[in-house]
């Protein structure tokens, strides 16, 4: 049986004028903790390791249902930091490769 896989889609919009040795995506970091902080809570898992996508950076969480993964999609766009238009798609560890699913509109009403 498919477990379910929430993907979250932040994107990656170009940083100009960016000071030498600084990264262009420090969120990127504060998204990755906060997820580890809450798998270690229990409850949902992290599925793998954040990938650059096409013109999004994609985390993938797992261990739960559906609303409640979908909660924390929800969470990581509103974290500091993180850029407006992230989204998530609703999947399966079957899927032959990401962003085909239902896709979500983050941050999801109610959070």
């Known amino acids: 049986m498919a477990a379910t896989i929430v993907e979250i889609h932040i994107p990656m919009?170009?940083?100009p004028d960016l000071p030498d040795g600084s990264s262009p995506y420090p969120w990127i970091?504060?998204?990755?903790?906060f997820l580890v902080d809450l798998e270690d809570e229990g409850g949902m898992e992290?599925?793998?390791?954040?990938?650059?996508?096409?013109?999004?950076?994609?985390?993938?969480?797992?261990?739960?249902?559906?609303?409640?993964?979908?909660?924390?999609?929800?969470?990581?766009?509103?974290?500091?930091g993180v850029p407006a238009g992230a989204f998530a798609v609703v999947s399966d560890d079957e899927a032959e490769e990401f962003?085909?699913?239902?896709?979500?509109?983050?941050?999801?009403?109610?959070?």
């Not at 970091?29 to 903790?33: G, I, T, W």
């Not at 992290?46 to 261990?63: C, I, L, Q, R, S």
């Open 13 to 15: 919009p170009p940083t």
């Open 99 to 111: 962003g085909r699913g239902r896709r979500v509109a983050l941050p999801s009403p109610g959070v």
């Open 46 to 80: 992290v599925h793998d390791e954040g990938e650059e996508g096409e013109d999004a950076y994609v985390f993938f969480v797992t261990g739960a249902a559906d609303e409640e993964l979908l909660a924390v999609a929800s969470r990581v766009a509103t974290l500091p």
């Open 29 to 33: 970091d504060r998204v990755e903790d």
